[in-house]
């Protein structure tokens, strides 16, 4: 029996490059589809939001040049990128998913209801919800805030690298031991 009946997942563009430093790894990806797989099969309903940070982010972007709004409207578009790529990890591995955008960009995806996504959600679809808010000057955490209060998760999940709070290895992953979901959540309760 699963303890949670709806989770929201959130995991970060970077967790999903591996050693790569940039993009995509195909491996992780498929280790994270594994590890959703696993406990979407114990019966929790799953909501996801990814974002973009592995390809880019607004604010890097406009200390670059680029303007702000410009540049986060490419960062919501990198977390539909990483969107589609789990998707399609997913479903190779025939988990059922749906990806709905905060903007709209139909046919690549639905665009985003509480109400449609729980109704997905209940009918054992995996959501993955992009585009973060779909409004330029927010984060994906945001995002994930909002999403998870929306579609009444009883926890949400967060999958990212964590700065360590002691040297000497600057950059840690969290590996909670149990966890279906590892390698790097951290729960927080909805209530
Ligand atoms: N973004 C945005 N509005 C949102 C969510 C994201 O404008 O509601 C943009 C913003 O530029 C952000 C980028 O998308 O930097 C990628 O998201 P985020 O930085 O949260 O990705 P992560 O750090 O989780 O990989």
Known sequence: MARFKRILLKL???SLMGE???GI???RLADYARQIEEVHRMGVQIGIVIGGGNIFRGLSGSQKGFDRVKGDQMGMCATVINSLALSSALGAIGVKNKVLTAIRMEPIGEFYSKWKAIEAMEAGYVCIFSAGTGSPYFTTDTGSSLRGIEIEADVMLKGTRVMASTPPTPRKTLR???S???PTMRSTRAD
């Open 12 to 14: 970060s563009g970077e």
């Open 180 to 182: 279906p979901l590892s």
């Open 20 to 22: 790569q430093g940039h």
């Open 25 to 27: 790894d195909p491996q």
């Open 176 to 178: 909670p031991r149990n």
